[in-house]
Protein backbone atom coordinates (compact mmCIF):
# COMPACT_ATOMS: atom_id res chain seq x y z
CA UNK A 1 0.00 0.00 0.00
CA UNK A 2 1.32 3.64 -1.17
CA UNK A 3 0.97 5.33 2.54
CA UNK A 4 3.50 2.43 4.16
CA UNK A 5 5.92 3.66 1.68
CA UNK A 6 5.81 7.06 2.99
CA UNK A 7 7.94 6.62 5.76
CA UNK A 8 10.42 8.44 7.72
CA UNK A 9 14.18 8.72 6.14
CA UNK A 10 16.90 9.49 8.77
CA UNK A 11 19.70 11.72 7.44
CA UNK A 12 23.23 11.66 8.94
CA UNK A 13 23.59 13.80 11.59
CA UNK A 14 26.94 15.02 12.80
CA UNK A 15 26.54 16.08 16.90
CA UNK A 16 29.05 18.58 18.10
CA UNK A 17 29.22 20.83 20.61
CA UNK A 18 29.02 23.60 19.00
CA UNK A 19 26.13 22.26 16.96
CA UNK A 20 24.56 19.87 14.91
CA UNK A 21 25.11 19.11 11.31
CA UNK A 22 22.84 16.89 8.94
CA UNK A 23 23.82 16.59 5.26
CA UNK A 24 22.23 15.09 2.51
CA UNK A 25 23.52 13.70 -0.71
CA UNK A 26 22.56 12.67 -3.94
CA UNK A 27 24.40 9.30 -3.27
CA UNK A 28 23.27 8.48 -0.29
CA UNK A 29 19.75 6.28 0.45
CA UNK A 30 17.21 8.79 -1.39
CA UNK A 31 14.70 6.84 -3.30
CA UNK A 32 14.88 9.37 -5.98
CA UNK A 33 17.31 11.60 -7.83
CA UNK A 34 17.23 15.50 -6.73
CA UNK A 35 16.42 17.88 -9.39
CA UNK A 36 14.64 20.77 -6.98
CA UNK A 37 15.02 21.91 -3.88
CA UNK A 38 12.51 24.53 -2.34
CA UNK A 39 11.25 25.63 1.18
CA UNK A 40 8.51 27.13 2.83
CA UNK A 41 9.05 30.03 5.74
CA UNK A 42 6.96 32.65 7.60
CA UNK A 43 3.96 30.37 7.44
CA UNK A 44 1.36 31.56 9.91
CA UNK A 45 0.27 29.51 12.46
CA UNK A 46 -3.20 28.48 10.93
CA UNK A 47 -1.99 28.25 7.14
CA UNK A 48 -2.58 24.96 5.52
CA UNK A 49 -0.13 24.54 2.71
CA UNK A 50 -0.42 21.71 0.11
CA UNK A 51 -3.46 20.62 -0.80
CA UNK A 52 -2.60 18.91 -3.85
CA UNK A 53 -1.23 15.72 -5.48
CA UNK A 54 1.36 14.94 -7.97
CA UNK A 55 1.53 12.54 -10.93
CA UNK A 56 5.07 11.65 -10.76
CA UNK A 57 6.89 13.82 -8.30
CA UNK A 58 8.79 12.48 -5.68
CA UNK A 59 9.70 14.27 -2.52
CA UNK A 60 11.70 14.71 0.79
CA UNK A 61 9.43 16.97 3.07
CA UNK A 62 11.90 17.79 5.76
CA UNK A 63 11.67 20.40 9.40
CA UNK A 64 14.67 21.93 9.58
CA UNK A 65 13.30 24.66 11.92
CA UNK A 66 10.38 23.74 14.59
CA UNK A 67 7.69 21.57 13.74
CA UNK A 68 4.85 21.25 11.78
CA UNK A 69 1.98 18.24 10.57
CA UNK A 70 1.77 16.41 7.12
CA UNK A 71 -1.31 14.50 6.04
CA UNK A 72 -1.32 11.93 3.02
CA UNK A 73 -4.09 10.47 1.61
CA UNK A 74 -3.86 7.85 -0.70
CA UNK A 75 -7.52 7.62 -1.49
CA UNK A 76 -7.59 4.54 0.25
CA UNK A 77 -6.41 5.59 4.08
CA UNK A 78 -4.74 8.70 5.43
CA UNK A 79 -1.95 9.26 8.24
CA UNK A 80 -0.75 12.34 10.18
CA UNK A 81 2.92 12.37 10.71
CA UNK A 82 4.51 15.57 13.00
CA UNK A 83 7.84 16.66 11.49
CA UNK A 84 9.82 18.19 14.23
CA UNK A 85 13.08 16.33 13.52
CA UNK A 86 15.95 18.05 11.32
CA UNK A 87 17.95 15.32 10.62
CA UNK A 88 14.24 13.01 9.39
CA UNK A 89 13.13 13.70 6.19
CA UNK A 90 8.97 12.01 4.93
CA UNK A 91 9.25 10.44 1.90
CA UNK A 92 6.02 11.13 -0.18
CA UNK A 93 5.98 9.22 -3.08
CA UNK A 94 3.75 10.18 -6.47
CA UNK A 95 -0.04 10.16 -6.19
CA UNK A 96 -0.37 11.04 -2.57
CA UNK A 97 -2.80 13.86 -1.32
CA UNK A 98 -1.12 15.98 1.09
CA UNK A 99 -1.71 18.92 3.46
CA UNK A 100 0.56 20.61 5.34
CA UNK A 101 -0.56 22.31 8.36
CA UNK A 102 -0.11 23.50 12.54
CA UNK A 103 3.54 24.98 11.63
CA UNK A 104 5.16 26.10 14.39
CA UNK A 105 6.38 29.93 14.66
CA UNK A 106 9.78 30.28 12.28
CA UNK A 107 9.03 26.94 11.18
CA UNK A 108 11.20 25.77 7.92
CA UNK A 109 10.00 23.31 5.45
CA UNK A 110 12.47 22.30 3.37
CA UNK A 111 11.25 20.38 0.13
CA UNK A 112 13.81 17.84 -1.85
CA UNK A 113 11.96 17.02 -5.24
CA UNK A 114 12.81 14.45 -7.95
CA UNK A 115 11.38 16.47 -10.52
CA UNK A 116 11.77 20.63 -11.82
CA UNK A 117 8.30 22.50 -11.11
CA UNK A 118 5.64 21.45 -13.55
CA UNK A 119 2.02 22.62 -12.71
CA UNK A 120 0.75 19.92 -15.30
CA UNK A 121 2.03 17.29 -12.76
CA UNK A 122 -0.13 18.86 -10.20
CA UNK A 123 -3.40 17.41 -9.27
CA UNK A 124 -5.15 20.64 -7.58
CA UNK A 125 -8.79 19.34 -6.99
CA UNK A 126 -9.45 16.27 -4.82
CA UNK A 127 -11.98 15.04 -6.63
CA UNK A 128 -9.69 14.10 -9.73
CA UNK A 129 -7.49 13.00 -7.66
CA UNK A 130 -9.76 10.28 -6.09
CA UNK A 131 -10.92 9.25 -9.52
CA UNK A 132 -7.87 8.65 -10.78
CA UNK A 133 -5.70 7.13 -7.78
CA UNK A 134 -8.65 4.85 -7.71
CA UNK A 135 -8.47 3.84 -11.05
CA UNK A 136 -4.83 3.09 -10.72
CA UNK A 137 -5.96 0.76 -7.59
CA UNK A 138 -8.11 -1.17 -9.09
P1 LIG B 1 2.39 25.07 -4.29
O1 LIG B 1 3.13 23.86 -4.76
O2 LIG B 1 0.90 25.08 -4.47
O3 LIG B 1 2.70 25.35 -2.76
P2 LIG B 1 2.54 24.42 -1.46
O4 LIG B 1 2.35 23.01 -1.90
O5 LIG B 1 3.80 24.57 -0.71
O6 LIG B 1 1.42 24.93 -0.66
O7 LIG B 1 3.04 26.35 -4.98
C1 LIG B 1 2.64 27.66 -4.66
C2 LIG B 1 2.98 28.55 -5.85
O8 LIG B 1 4.38 28.55 -6.08
C3 LIG B 1 2.33 28.09 -7.15
O9 LIG B 1 1.92 29.25 -7.85
C4 LIG B 1 3.43 27.41 -7.91
C5 LIG B 1 4.68 28.12 -7.41
N1 LIG B 1 5.86 27.24 -7.37
C6 LIG B 1 6.89 27.43 -8.28
O10 LIG B 1 6.85 28.33 -9.13
N2 LIG B 1 7.98 26.60 -8.21
C7 LIG B 1 8.07 25.61 -7.31
O11 LIG B 1 9.10 24.86 -7.27
C8 LIG B 1 6.98 25.41 -6.39
C9 LIG B 1 7.04 24.32 -5.36
C10 LIG B 1 5.92 26.25 -6.46
Redesign the pocket.
Known amino acids: MKLDNCTLISLPKISDPRGNLTYIEQTGNLPFDIQ ?1 V ?1 Y ?1 YDVPAQAE ?4 AHRALSQLIIAVSGSFEVTLDSGSGTKTILLNTPWQGLYVCPMIWRT ?1 QSFSSGSICL ?1 L ?1 SLP ?1 D ?1 AD ?1 YRNYDEFILDVRKENR
Open positions: RYLRGGHLVAYEY
